[in-house]
């Protein structure tokens, strides 16, 4: 967008704004082309293309949350990321984005490779199953922990795959990725002090944030 020229008017509704949504829309550039997997209510395309004035479209498996996307003039389609990204072309987009999705696919590995075929950089966000208070409470009680990031029974969640940041960044170094950026934050997004270290970040942060490309 030109200096000195507004960002485009919001859509008027309601966003929950999130910190790590926030931290998102920093890694992508203006007017980029993006697509946003799994973006439910469409609350970071709605800053991207507002805000950040990019070429924005976003997939959404829950037919309940395209609908409302659609209705505040979000190009959001109804679409599943373990099947559908095969359809698009090589190189479609400058950013594929998945925030706190990649633990609820069935082939997260598979839906990484596809994203760094289809964009030249990933960001990908997801809870960080390390966090101490995870380890302390399957420790404790012997039974899998419920937490503000993961927030449900064991036989109620979609997360089928949960990892740590550690397992991400030796699935980075298996599959020949690059980590270009890398953030442990807390569960609203806040950056944390160990952000710089992979052992601390593993322990206490509740999220990883991760901004990757092709190595």
């Keep these: 967008m030109p200096e000195g020229i507004a960002p485009a008017p919001r859509s008027g509704r309601p966003l929950a704004d999130r910190l790590d949504l926030r931290l998102i829309a920093e890694m992508v550039e203006p007017r980029a082309r993006v697509l946003d997997i799994g973006c439910g209510d469409g609350s970071l395309l709605d800053i991207l293309v507002h805000e950040k004035d990019v070429d924005g479209r976003g997939i959404e498996l829950d037919m309940s949350l395209v609908t409302a996307a659609v209705a505040h003039g979000l190009p959001v389609i109804h679409a599943d990321a373990d099947t559908d990204l095969a359809f698009y072309p090589d190189a479609a987009f400058d950013y594929v984005i998945l925030s706190r999705t990649l633990q609820a696919t069935e082939r997260p590995r598979e839906v990484l490779a596809q994203m760094l075929r289809i964009g030249r950089r990933a960001v990908v966000s997801f809870p960080n199953f ?3 208070q995870v380890r302390l409470k399957l420790l404790l009680t012997g039974r899998m922990p419920r937490t503000k990031a993961l927030d449900r029974a064991w ?3 979609p997360n089928i795959h949960l ?3 550690s397992d991400f960044f030796a699935l980075c170094e298996a599959d020949g990725y690059r980590v270009e950026r890398w953030l ?3 569960e609203a997004g ?3 002090p160990w952000r710089r270290n992979r052992w601390l970040a593993n322990l206490f942060a509740e999220q990883g944030l991760f901004l990757l490309t092709r190595g």
């Design 130 to 132: 390390g966090h101490w």
């Design 190 to 192: 806040r950056k944390t």
């Design 163 to 165: 990892c740590t940041i």
């Design 155 to 157: 036989y109620d969640t």
């Design 184 to 186: 442990g934050v807390d």
